[in-house]
């Protein structure tokens, strides 16, 4: 297996950086150190290591082995994306998804979650994901268009495509609904309308869901384009 480079401030940073690029632990690589910097660079807070690494040989057979495993065990599973409602669209959609985010320079791995009749779930499966959210979601927002728009595009039967990081998603519903009924409370207790600005249209929809079997408050929409709000009014 070929050498990799690993570098750090110090030995233990070398070895943790090239085990990283590796993906085995320490027992089953073989280091050999490159460069060590101390004495008045190190005293300075300069100092520096370098090491290469590789898997060590009785080691590399059990990983070949394990992808193997890994490989046959996914080909059985029953989720594949043919077997799935929209599973062209799901699998386009997946494809598409994972060059954007090695384009984008995150190591996140997509995978397909949930597919419905209407609807097909991609989710980015990794750590510091939060390039690819985006400031209240909007590059998320953004991604998840575009991946719609190429993955039905040589479709005739399309689906409506969700894409997910780090459960954003499901995190960002929980806050929507937690302040749909804060401020549905709010406007039964002062028995006046209360007007949120500033929602996206999604937003504004699953508000209307959350309150639509409210007894306390009745809700509805005014305005256009951006100026649209969401008014909850007492009943």
């Known amino acids: 297996m070929d050498w990799i480079e690993g570098e750090g401030k110090t030995m233990a940073e070398a070895e943790e950086d090239a085990l990283a690029k590796l993906g085995v632990s320490a027992d089953q690589a073989e ?17 520096h290591f370098r090491v290469r690494a590789r898997v060590a040989e009785e080691a590399a057979s059990d990983v070949a082995d394990e992808a193997s495993e890994t490989a046959v065990i996914e080909e059985a599973m029953p989720e594949a994306a043919g077997e799935l409602p929209h599973g062209d669209v799901a699998e386009a959609g997946r494809e598409v998804l994972q060059r954007m985010v090695t384009l984008m320079g995150v190591e996140g791995t997509v995978r397909i979650g949930e597919c419905t009749d209407e609807e097909v779930a991609l989710d980015v499966e990794g750590e510091d994901l939060g390039i690819l959210i985006g400031r209240h979601g909007a590059t998320l927002d953004a991604i998840q268009l575009v991946v719609a728009i190429a993955a039905n595009r040589h479709v005739e039967d399309g689906a409506r495509v969700i894409v997910d990081a780090e459960g954003y998603r499901e995190r960002h519903r929980e806050m929507i609904e937690a302040r749909a009924l804060q401020h549905a409370e709010e406007a039964k207790t002062t028995g006046r309308e209360v007007v949120i600005p500033d929602l996206k249209g999604y937003e504004r929809r699953y508000m209307h869901v959350v309150l639509k079997d409210n007894p306390d408050v009745e809700t509805y929409s005014e305005g256009d384009g951006d100026d649209r709000v969401l008014v909850i009014s007492p009943r």
């Open 31 to 47: 280091f050999e150190v490159v460069e060590k910097s101390g004495g008045l660079s190190g005293i300075l807070g300069r100092a």
